[in-house]
């Protein structure tokens, strides 16, 4: 039997980054394997042409090698190199039914995790192995919960099919779409997504969610011509000088009276030296709004000011959507059912319907929601509470691990009494 407290700290050790889970996904085709189910991993279960915000081809190679260090299984990690780290299973139940999904994030934070004492995983001797990377949103968690389930369900009593999503990428909001593209949540009936902690205590869940921004992540990359600055500064194109132009204006942008909305450039950089014209710039921007189509005229004005700022300083300009996501609208039949079915469970003292305080930041699951409910079926957004020590994304971050039995036994009941 799983030890689930065992297993998220192991997970927590080793944390990937999006699109190089090579360990994580390695070792859940490993455990899905050996419980019964038809695992589908590597180019078989994401898209290659829709994956989003991919790393440099040396990063996940460099990632790819470490999982081979580290234990992971030659034959199955070679199918997920390049970063195809998606692993979908399912499993048959004894009867005909619906089928029911669930949806299980895997990857990790470019975050260095604390090392002072009262940090549980420094005291406990499960902090991260990887320096600058940690598990600072729970998905270590996530992906023990899947793996529990998996075991629990392995005895088939259940109705139609369980298929159980194990997704990389979801920070950034990268890589639910490109599964989406790749056909995984096609014949989906029923899909349950969750995430531990935010904002709500242990003992605590929901059966929904609201709040979730639509967003859309951009990177530009503006090339000038490199000069003197000194000798001959008439003959550069300063792409630094154009990257910076777009940055203020796109800051200027006005609000929405529509929508709520949010917009910031969280990187830049360019340039060589202080005598030098800059020739390259590297900008990284995020458009948000509670409505999906004020996101997009966001967009719309971002590009616009990208590539016009590039033409008055006579600079090329290329545009890359690096992430995306749409406001999620969940199922309350769902929800419904989700709050009957936490009645009884220990460790779960209160359960209600939604949770709709104030905006969430964004889900890629969004995308899985909507195709799921564009074929007629029913999904929603789950919340397990959990105390935190430190909020999510904090180099203190961690989960209070009593939560997650509950959570198991609350998903089980899901896939055995979905109607």
């Known amino acids: 039997m799983i030890d689930i407290i065992a297993l998220r700290r192991e997970l927590h050790q080793y944390p990937e980054l999006g699109f190089t889970e090579f360990r994580t996904a390695t070792k859940v085709v490993l455990m899905l394997t ?6 589908t991993y590597g180019k078989d279960a994401i898209d290659d042409m829709s994956r989003r915000g991919l790393p440099q081809p040396e990063v996940l190679e460099d990632a790819y090698q470490r999982a081979i260090r580290e234990g992971a299984d030659p034959a ?25 999904a669930f949806r299980f994030d895997m990857d990790a934070l470019p975050i260095r995790e604390s090392e002072m004492n009262k940090h549980t995983p420094q005291a406990g001797d499960f902090r991260s192995t990887h320096e600058g990377i940690m598990h600072a949103c729970a998905h270590d968690g996530h992906t023990s919960i899947g793996l529990a389930l998996a075991e629990r369900l392995s005895d088939r009593q259940f109705a139609g099919k369980v ?59 503006f090339t000038g011509v490199s000069s003197h600055a000194g000798a001959s500064p008439e003959e550069g194109r300063n792409a630094l000088l ?37 020739e390259h710039a590297r900008m990284v921007i995020e458009t948000r709004s509670t409505k999906e189509e ?49 009645e009884g469970i220990s460790g779960i003292r209160h359960a209600e319907a939604i949770s709709d305080g104030a905006a969430l930041g964004s889900e890629d699951a969004s995308y899985m929601i909507k195709r799921v409910q564009e074929q007629g079926g029913l999904a929603t957004y789950m919340i397990v509470g959990s105390d935190l020590p430190a909020p999510h994304h904090h180099p203190e971050f961690d989960i209070d691990e009593a939560v997650l039995a509950p959570a198991v036994e609350w998903l089980e009941r899901l896939a055995r009494n979905v109607q």
């Open 34 to 39: 050996a419980l019964g189910y038809r695992v």
């Open 76 to 100: 199955i990690v070679e199918h997920m190199r390049g970063g195809f780290t998606a692993v979908v299973a399912e499993l048959e139940g004894i009867q005909e039914g619906p089928t029911t």
């Open 163 to 221: 298929r159980l999503l194990f997704q990389p990428a979801e920070e950034g909001v990268r890589g639910a779409y490109a599964m989406v593209e790749k056909g995984m949540l096609e014949q989906v009936d029923r899909l349950f997504c969750m995430h531990l902690g935010t904002d709500v205590p242990s003992g605590h869940v929901k059966g929904a969610s609201a709040g979730f921004l639509a967003t859309t992540k951009l990177e530009a990359h």
């Open 294 to 342: 004020t996101n997009l005229e966001l967009e719309r004005r971002v590009r616009q000011i990208l590539e016009h700022s590039a033409a008055m300083h006579e600079l090329s300009v290329t545009i890359e959507i690096v992430g995306g996501a749409i406001p999620i609208r969940c199922d309350m039949e769902l929800a419904a059912l989700a709050v009957k079915q936490a």
């Open 242 to 278: 154009g990257a910076a132009t777009a940055m203020l204006n796109i800051h200027a942008l006005p609000r929405f009276s529509t929508a709520d909305t949010r917009i910031n450039v969280g990187i830049l950089e360019g340039g060589t030296g202080a005598n030098i014209i800059a």
